[in-house]
Structures are given as C-alpha cells and as structure tokens.
C-alpha cells in the first residue's frame, strides 16, 4: 500500500513559480510509474506530467518548457517544479502512483492519489 501527501500550493502572481512535493509512503523507487495531475472545478482531471524508469518523462504540451517533473528515491518524494505560472494553471494538483508502467502516460487509472495541493495564480 502506498499513500501519497502533496504540499507546496498556494497564491502567486503571473510568472511566478511554485515547486510542489510528494511525500510517498512504501516504496515507489523501483517500477512506479509517477504523475502529477491537476483538475479545475467543473473539468475532467488532467495529467500534467509523469515519469518511468523505462519510459522517461513526459509531460503535456501546456506546461512544456514552465514546468519540470523530478523524483528524489532518496527522500521517497516527487516534486514539480512549475515556473512562468499563468492564471490558467489555477487547478488542485494531484500525486498519482502505479506500480507498473502506464500506457499511454496521461491515463488516469493510477493505483494511488493523493488528497491533492491547491494552486492560484493571479493576473
């Protein structure tokens, strides 16, 4: 069983730059497939980013060049590090865990989520 803990949301202004964490418990060092997702009231939920061992990262093409996944096995910890944020990516962020690699990255059928991190970004 993993359970995930994101933290880092808050307020900041247009071209800002926020990093979010997750905290994962158990041990996702191996074959996990990690994600960040993000959803805006009203509206599906939405991958932002993910990474594999086998795969690498991707990421979707609003957040390319803003926005950088990383892991720290060390720490059991994913981290996404989002600069030039715009109004647009105001949205709860997610944490999502697979113990297997998904295909294709942006599905939404993770094993383990998070409670979620609140992120606003004013003009």
């Known amino acids: 069983q993993v359970q995930l803990v994101e933290s880092g949301g808050g307020s900041v202004q247009a071209g800002g730059s926020l990093r979010l964490s997750c905290a994962a418990s158990?041990?996702?060092?191996?074959?996990?497939?990690m994600a960040w997702f993000r959803r805006v009231p009203g509206k599906e939920r939405e991958a932002v980013a993910a990474?594999?061992?086998?795969?690498?990262?991707s990421s979707a093409d609003s957040v390319k060049g803003r926005f950088t996944i990383s892991k720290d096995n060390a720490k059991n910890t994913l981290y996404l590090q989002m600069d030039s944020l715009k109004p647009e990516d105001t949205a709860m962020y997610y944490c999502?865990?697979?113990?297997?690699?998904?295909?294709?990255?942006?599905?939404?059928?993770?094993?383990?989520w998070g409670q979620g991190t609140q992120v606003t970004v004013s003009s």
């Open positions: 999502a865990a697979n113990p297997r690699r998904l295909v294709p990255w942006y599905t939404r059928r993770y094993d383990y």
């Open positions: 158990g041990d996702t060092s191996t074959s996990y497939q």
């Open positions: 990474m594999h061992p086998d795969s690498g990262i």
